[in-house]
């Protein structure tokens, strides 16, 4: 360890290894009861998400990562699965003929219909039935700053 590194206090220690263990556990916690449930992980309802907030439901996959950050190499593997179930299709870009499109499905905006509640449910179980709003109204900006810390932009050449 360098001598510049100033080691963590007792607050900062705990605050690291409460954030380490919510990063750990709760998309496991969350994947053991909605996978049996609806057949999808929370990578797949994320990909799922995030194509129907899209603008005819369509991202380049590359931009489809850095929304749902994901790596490029995990979310060819997730588009390739949905793909097959027939959730979401993959197109050729029109403007660049070696990037592909992900666009979400008639069948997986359904799917995503239908999982909505019972993730909203685990959602709210795990996380929001633990806090106040006061709680929600101070951690809120905290994470979205620790998120926004973390961020790549994304991928601005669209097709």
């Given at each position: 360890m360098?001598?510049?590194l100033a080691?963590?206090?007792e607050e900062e220690a705990a605050f690291w290894r409460s954030l380490i263990r919510i990063t750990t556990v709760l998309p496991r916690a969350l994947d053991d009861q909605f996978l049996p449930e609806t057949g999808l992980t929370v990578s797949d309802y994320g990909v799922l998400v995030a194509l129907s907030e899209a603008p005819d439901h369509l991202l380049r996959i590359s931009a489809l990562a850095a929304t749902?950050?994901?790596s490029?190499?995990?979310i060819s593997r997730?588009?390739?699965d949905l793909t097959r179930r027939g959730l979401v299709e993959k197109r050729k870009c029109a403007e660049?003929?070696?990037?592909s499109n992900a666009v979400l499905t008639a069948a997986g905006l359904a799917k995503l219909e239908t999982a909505y509640p019972g993730h909203l449910g685990r959602v709210r179980a795990s996380v929001f039935d633990h806090l106040s709003s006061e709680d929600i109204r101070t951690a809120g900006p905290v994470l979205a700053r620790l998120a926004a810390a973390m961020d790549t932009a994304p991928p601005t050449d669209d097709c």
């Open positions: 360098g001598d510049d080691v963590l206090d749902t950050a994901l490029l190499s995990r997730v588009v390739d660049d003929g070696r990037a």
